[in-house]
């Protein structure tokens, strides 16, 4: 079964006091991991998909890694927009491709 | 532009009900997905479809029916057999060939009144 683990539930940063959220999985057959951010009462909004080991892809302030067994989103000099819940998907194949999400991480960035 | 489009937001329920989230996408991706959100549980899989005709259970599948009977729709039927309807729906839909990306709809949110 697959399984996704988010830390730290929630994590509170000054403006500008940069820091990583991780993302720790088991699946069989990675087809992708998926990062998205989500606003309260919001749907989630895609940021990046991931494919392999030590890959990596960036947008603005966010950069997201790759690797066997974990993936890491860096903020870089956070703003307090960036506030909200960043969640972390792995997306397995086999017979039926199933898209399976952690609990996410709730942001804070205090001006 | 192309996306997800999901109606009604905001939904009431009686007890005893049945209603109807509706899912429809014009993105041209054959896979969607029904998830539901709970305050702290994160996002729990319902049903998915990765073709017209063909859907699967996902891991809280009890008390909910879905159909796939166009590419760009799938709707969700919350049955009276659901016992804690009360949560935030959400619907995706994923283009797996090439470059893989997974979009979401805004949301319904049902209330059991």
């Known amino acids: 079964e697959d399984q996704v683990t988010q830390s730290p539930e929630a994590l509170r940063l000054q403006e500008g006091e940069s820091s990583s959220l991780n993302c720790s999985y088991t699946?069989?057959?990675?087809?992708?991991l998926f990062w998205y951010r989500q606003d309260p009462g919001k749907g989630p909004e895609f940021l990046f998909t991931?494919?392999?080991a030590g890959e990596e892809k960036e947008k603005e302030r966010l950069k997201a890694t790759l690797t066997k067994k974990e993936s890491f989103l860096h903020i870089t000099a956070p703003k307090p927009e960036d506030s909200a819940t960043y969640l972390c998907?792995?997306?397995?194949?086999?017979?039926?491709?199933?898209?399976?999400f952690g609990k996410g991480t709730l942001l804070t960035v205090n001006p | 532009d192309g996306g997800i489009t999901q109606s009604p937001k905001y939904l009431f329920r009686k007890e005893g009900q049945n209603v109807t989230l509706s899912c429809e996408q014009n993105?041209?991706?054959?896979?969607m997905y029904w998830y539901r959100q709970d305050p702290g549980q994160g996002l729990r899989l319902i049903y998915y479809?990765?073709?017209?005709?063909?859907?699967q259970k996902g891991d809280i599948a009890e008390g909910y029916s879905v159909s796939r009977e166009k590419k760009e729709s799938f709707p969700l039927t919350v049955t009276s057999a659901q016992k804690n309807p009360t949560a935030f729906y959400l619907c995706?839909?994923?283009?797996?060939?090439?470059?893989?990306?997974?979009?979401f709809g805004q949301g319904t949110r049902l209330t059991v009144v």
């Open positions: 995706a839909s994923i283009r797996g060939a090439g470059n893989t990306e997974a979009f």
């Open positions: 699946v069989s057959g990675l087809r992708g």
């Open positions: 479809s990765q073709i017209v005709n063909d859907f």
């Open positions: 998907a792995v997306y397995s194949g086999g017979s039926n491709y199933k898209l399976t």
């Open positions: 991931l494919y392999s």
């Open positions: 993105l041209n991706h054959d896979a």
